[in-house]
């Protein structure tokens, strides 16, 4: 699909054109993927993060999270909730934690994977070292988000650190890859700045990077951020864009990033992401399942954390225990007719790489 036919396809507001690029979509899915649904159980390790990102929540600058890091024994009793629930694989999250120490890491990723799952990380960036010994020690994928293609924008909401060059996420990207890693990445939606042509290139670039999964969802301002309060965006030297250019943080917008998505990624692992989930709190699952998604994430971080791992306002399932997601999902499933996996819910994408 040309990057102009993408830009077009996400503008177009007529209801016809966006009820076929769903159904086209869901086609593709059930084509290509099945009706299979992966579960990976998110357990988000910790809260502190080195980094400033103009959109997040928990940069080092807000001094109102109060932060926490789990222990190894809450991160092995919440990985055992997956293996009680029967999701063939968790998902280890935390900011740019440098108290995350690569050989703790390591020794938990080792324990997670002989309870039989496995384990994705999504730790930010780090040294080539450290992502070599997770990767040896076992850990499987490896999720980065790009947030952006457009390299202005991004180095704009994401500062590099003091005294380093800014960085190129898809130059890493590609390093985990070679490692061994199945690699994950994905955008926010509706980001200031962000036109129709970038969103376009973003997803044109999940096709050629290539990825194994796609996470998107809306931007969602936080009001403890800069990129949350507009007066401070010329200091910040934010774009501002003509209004009919702005990508809009909607949820019809995030369900059409992840049709097309499907569309140009047939095999990809696609999730309906949290951030969906909560900009629609009663259908927005549901909908991103039907449109293209094949994974959940239900969250089985201990409850007590929760609230503290705000990267954006109102977060889906931020009150609700392991247990009661985990019914939630069931139940959508349910009514979708789609059948929760057991298994580990492996690339495909990386499969056929492997044949060729
Ligand atoms: N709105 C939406 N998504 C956000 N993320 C961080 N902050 C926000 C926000 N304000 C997303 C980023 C990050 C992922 C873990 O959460 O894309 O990569």
Redesign the pocket.
Known sequence: MEIDLIASSLINNSSGDFNSLFHKADIIRKDHVGDEIHLRGLIEISNICRRN?L???IRSENMNVQRYRLTEDEILSSAAKAVEFRYGSVVL?AGEDSGIKADWMANIVKQIKNMGLAVTL?LGERDDADYLLWREAGADRYL??F?TSNPKLFNAIHPPLPNREPVDRIEILKKLRSMGYEIGS???IGIPGQSYTDLARDIDLFRTIPLDMI?C??????PQ?P??NPDTYEKHHLPVLDPKDQVSATVDMALKVIALARITCPNANIPCTT?VATIDAKEGRKHGLMCGANVVMPNLTPIKYRKMYE??PNKAATYLTAEETHESVMQTLRELGRIPSTGRGDSRAMMERKEK
């Open positions: 990102c959109y997040c929540g999250q999504s980065l988000r947030e994905g955008v926010m996470g969802g809306p931007y969602l301002p936080h951020t990129l949350g951030a990267i954006y």
